[in-house]
């Protein structure tokens, strides 16, 4: 073959060969540029609303643009800088590199189960922009399952939330008897429940009416379905959040309240964690409160443990002062004495010879009057000597 056929040869060869890299890369182009008109985020934020579960309570509508915005921006940080990426540390880059180059923001109506979605971009401006898109499938199975918690937290809050109707007898939203709700008929009385249990702060106070109040717990999250429903709700939430790269805060999802609303006016509330072996129980002690609407993270701290100041003496309603004096289980008897309606001053002293002793003074015209004293005698002397040996 002559030199200028092999030449055009190779020339044209050399064209065929590369066809296929030519449409290779204008492929890879046709991509990028399709990937940067619908980026993908890089992961998402949900925001929970019109929710009864704490931490989910906001409106829906305080999720407005300029709020998603907001965060876009801190999620996304700031531009790419090559400099800074290599630098960090460098003080003129403000010691931040960018977290992001887009993020999904949903806002999930929790009584609803509907979902907004809004992809959130950074341009080469620096400006960040939120663009409202389609529900991904991922989301939308999350927004169920939230929207099935909070169906089932609004049950549970119902069934939770118990006034005192007459004397140690509490019913529910549902007007439910507190035996129902236990589902142990039995275990609690009228009696048994108004002495130990006079006032919100009797829970702390006496140990019969922690019992009672906790036995009472513990057979709702034995006994309830809704438990139990609610329990299967959060695994099935756990699964939707794998499929999905996501910052959410499901810590409260499992913390029910329990409210018992005394006639006195104080406020019991329970914060209920429901587990797979039990529930875990403690009291919220800025919604309880105290008749004179005092939260219990007050009331506790100005007097103590035992509920009684350390200078000796607490200015409390007729009810708080039985609790007070059911502190010293021999003392109930005598707290019994002690009328509803009445305010009084409890005091607790040690005499000289160690003997100590919890007394109520009636206030009349707004003065402690000896004339209607009550007392009890917590320690005898020759015990508390004994103790001390």
Same mark, same amino acid.
């Given at each position: 073959?002559?030199?200028?056929?092999?030449?055009?040869?190779?020339?044209? =060869?050399?064209?065929?060969?590369?066809?296929?890299? !030519?449409?290779?890369?204008?492929?890879?182009?046709?991509?990028?540029?399709?990937?940067?008109? @619908?980026?993908?985020?890089?992961?998402?934020?949900?925001?929970?609303?019109?929710?009864?579960?704490?931490?989910?309570?906001?409106?829906?509508?305080?999720?407005?643009?300029?709020?998603?915005?907001?965060?876009?921006? %801190?999620?996304?940080?700031?531009?790419?800088? =090559?400099?800074?990426?290599?630098?960090?540390?460098?003080?003129?880059?403000?010691?931040?590199?960018?977290?992001?180059?887009?993020?999904? !923001?949903?806002?999930?109506?929790?009584?609803?189960?509907?979902?907004?979605?809004?992809?959130?971009?950074?341009?080469?401006?620096?400006?960040?922009?939120?663009?409202?898109?389609?529900?991904?499938?991922?989301?939308?199975?999350?927004?169920?399952?939230?929207?099935?918690?909070?169906?089932?937290?609004?049950?549970?809050?119902?069934? %939770?939330?118990?006034?005192?109707?007459?004397?140690?007898?509490?019913?529910?939203? @549902?007007?439910?008897?507190?035996?129902?709700?236990?589902?142990?008929?039995?275990?609690?009385?009228?009696?048994?429940?108004?002495?130990?249990?006079?006032?919100?702060?009797?829970?702390?106070?006496?140990?019969?009416?922690?019992?009672?109040?906790?036995?009472?717990?513990?057979?709702?999250?034995?006994?309830?379905?809704? !438990?139990?429903?609610?329990?299967?709700?959060?695994?099935?939430?756990?699964?939707?959040? %794998?499929?999905?790269?996501?910052?959410?805060?499901?810590?409260?999802?499992?913390?029910?309240?329990?409210?018992?609303?005394?006639?006195?006016?104080?406020?019991?509330?329970?914060?209920?964690?429901?587990?797979?072996?039990?529930?875990? !129980?403690?009291?919220?002690?800025?919604?309880?409160?105290?008749?004179?609407?005092?939260?219990?993270?007050?009331?506790?701290?100005?007097?103590?443990?035992?509920?009684?100041?350390?200078?000796?003496?607490?200015?409390?309603?007729?009810?708080?002062?039985?609790?007070?004096?059911?502190?010293?289980?021999?003392?109930?008897?005598?707290?019994?004495?002690?009328?509803?309606?009445?305010?009084?001053?409890?005091?607790?002293?040690?005499?000289?010879?160690?003997? =100590?002793?919890?007394?109520?003074?009636?206030?009349? @015209?707004?003065?402690?009057?000896?004339?209607?004293?009550?007392?009890?005698?917590?320690?005898?002397?020759?015990? =508390?000597?004994?103790?001390?040996?």
């Amino acid at each position: 073959m002559d030199k200028k056929n092999t030449r055009w040869l190779n020339r044209t =060869s050399g064209f065929i060969f590369s066809v296929p890299l !030519i449409c290779s890369l204008l492929f890879s182009l046709l991509l990028s540029a399709n990937a940067a008109a @619908n980026p993908q985020p890089s992961h998402n934020q949900i925001f929970m609303c019109n929710s009864v579960i704490k931490s989910g309570d906001a409106a829906c509508s305080d999720y407005d643009t300029a709020y998603i915005t907001g965060v876009a921006d %801190l999620l996304i940080g700031p531009q790419d800088n =090559s400099e800074c990426d290599q630098n960090p540390t460098d003080p003129s880059c403000g010691g931040t590199t960018p977290t992001a180059n887009s993020v999904g !923001i949903a806002v999930i109506n929790a009584q609803s189960g509907a979902a907004e979605y809004y992809i959130a971009t950074r341009d080469t401006l620096d400006n960040v922009s939120v663009t409202p898109t389609s529900t991904p499938s991922t989301i939308g199975e999350i927004a169920d399952d939230i929207a099935q918690i909070d169906a089932l937290h609004r049950v549970l809050l119902d069934e %939770l939330t118990l006034d005192e109707a007459s004397l140690g007898q509490f019913v529910n939203n @549902n007007n439910e008897h507190i035996n129902q709700v236990a589902g142990q008929p039995s275990a609690y009385t009228n009696n048994a429940t108004s002495a130990a249990c006079p006032s919100a702060i009797a829970y702390r106070t006496v140990d019969a009416c922690g019992s009672l109040f906790n036995n009472l717990i513990h057979s709702v999250h034995q006994n309830n379905s809704n !438990i139990n429903a609610l329990h299967s709700a959060i695994t099935s939430l756990s699964t939707s959040l %794998l499929n999905v790269t996501i910052s959410f805060d499901t810590s409260n999802f499992t913390k029910i309240p329990a409210v018992f609303r005394f006639n006195d006016g104080s406020k019991l509330v329970l914060t209920v964690t429901a587990t797979s072996t039990g529930p875990g !129980i403690e009291v919220d002690e800025i919604e309880s409160y105290t008749v004179n609407k005092t939260t219990f993270k007050e009331y506790f701290r100005d007097n103590g443990p035992s509920g009684i100041a350390s200078n000796g003496s607490t200015r409390v309603s007729g009810g708080e002062a039985s609790a007070l004096f059911g502190n010293w289980a021999w003392c109930q008897k005598v707290a019994q004495t002690l009328a509803k309606d009445k305010e009084y001053l409890v005091t607790f002293k040690t005499q000289p010879d160690r003997a =100590s002793y919890v007394s109520a003074y009636e206030i009349t @015209n707004s003065t402690p009057d000896p004339s209607g004293k009550t007392t009890c005698m917590t320690m005898p002397a020759r015990q =508390s000597l004994h103790n001390n040996t």
